[in-house]
């Protein structure tokens, strides 16, 4: 079975928890720059500098809405530039994140929140009931064109939530550059 899908890419970025907005920038409320997939996800005017024991990278984009725990998104290239070996997980598990130093107009903060993000699908559990999909299943993802492949164990994320927007894979920057992918790219999902 077969279903087109959305492809977006993500560059670095990151998520932080209140205590560290407050800390990095002297305030509670970030500054709201624009929606970036139709439900909750916005990016945030604000950036941050993420240093590592090598080296820094200036102007990490912070995404909401906030969560419980700090996380930064980073590319494999990024590993070289930080001195750092983060690993590739699912957003959220940061049991073996590398350590960063964040860094803010206000202050910084050293934490445990790291990773290269897996690619991965978000679907809705309407459109998970239709096409038989599991949270956390694997599924592979077709892209046609002049560097066409097959992208494997693209793990499938199942909101409960209902809202009205087209499955999407995100990949990373590197990834889809590698793939010849431009954001808004379909990709046929192969279950």
Do not use: W
Request: charged residues 25%.
């Amino acid at each position: 079975m077969e279903e087109k899908i959305l492809i977006r890419l993500s560059n670095h970025h990151c998520h932080l928890n209140e205590e560290t907005v407050e800390k990095l920038f002297g305030k509670k409320e970030l500054t709201f720059e624009r929606s970036l997939n139709g439900a909750d996800l916005v990016a945030y005017k604000e950036t941050i500098t993420v240093k590592g024991p090598k080296g820094s990278i200036e102007k990490i984009r912070v995404l909401g809405p906030l969560r419980k725990y700090n996380q930064v998104e980073l590319l494999v290239a990024d590993n070289y530039k930080l001195g750092v070996k983060a690993p590739v997980c699912m957003s959220g598990d940061l049991n073996d994140a590398v350590e960063l130093t964040l860094s803010g107009p206000c202050g910084e903060i050293s934490d445990k929140c790291g990773i290269v993000a897996a690619r991965h699908i978000h679907m809705f559990t309407g459109e998970a009931e239709r096409l038989g999909i599991t949270n956390n299943q694997k599924v592979r993802v077709a892209v046609e064109g002049e560097r066409g492949l097959v992208f494997e164990n693209v793990q499938v994320k199942v909101s409960p939530k209902e809202v009205d927007i087209p499955v999407l894979m995100h990949i990373d920057t590197e990834e889809g550059n590698a793939a010849g992918i431009t954001s808004n790219t379909n990709g046929i999902m192969i279950l």
